[in-house]
């Protein structure tokens, strides 16, 4: 990455890619990488000082505490949490929302090899026509828990999931999830 790098505008046009990836699961798009990570990418868009997070990686993360302010706390209590790879227990942990306020969830972000690889699943819900057929890089066990997290809409969690090629797929707490 050079030195003259617009933080910003990478932000916007990440932040974009995101929400699409979101209003269109198990559709994938590009994003631009912040540190050669997909990682700090998605850090460097989402945190800031009244926001915090849980991370499990292999990453340095001295920079984004530097850049955006945010405090590093233990999975239940995190707004965004940063993973290696999918793990049952941080997503059971993970904080779904109240019924007064289900905004109050997490975020779980979850790096692969490869987007196109994984457990064959079935999608339905909003943005999707119908049905979708795709792969998910987790294992059946995690979807089936990540089915019963958000089996009582509107709480729930929204994941991400990152290859290591920068690419982006969502789920959001509305679709189904269905092992084929």
């Not at 049952?88 to 905004?103: F, H, R, S, T, Y």
């Amino acid at each position: 990455m050079s030195t003259n790098t617009d933080i910003e505008q990478l932000n916007r046009n990440n932040f974009r890619n995101c929400l699409e990836a979101l209003a269109r699961p198990g559709d994938i798009f590009p994003l631009t990488p912040f540190f050669d990570s997909s990682l700090l990418t998605l850090a460097a868009m989402l945190l800031y000082s009244e926001v915090n997070f849980y991370q499990q990686t292999d990453t340095n993360w001295n920079i984004i505490k530097a850049l955006t302010n945010s405090e590093e706390v233990v999975a239940k209590k995190a707004d965004y949490l940063f993973l290696d790879t999918p793990l049952d227990n941080i997503l059971m942990d993970a904080k779904a929302g109240v019924q007064q306020n289900p905004e109050f969830s997490a975020t779980l972000i979850c790096r692969c090899k490869d987007l196109n690889e994984g457990t064959r699943v079935k999608l339905s819900g909003p943005g999707i026509d119908g049905t979708k057929e795709t792969k998910i890089p987790a294992t059946t066990g995690f979807l089936q828990l990540l089915a019963q997290k958000n089996k009582h809409f509107p709480l729930g969690v929204d994941m991400y999931f990152l290859s290591d090629t920068h690419m982006i797929c969502g789920l959001p707490r509305t679709t189904m999830v269905e092992i084929v």
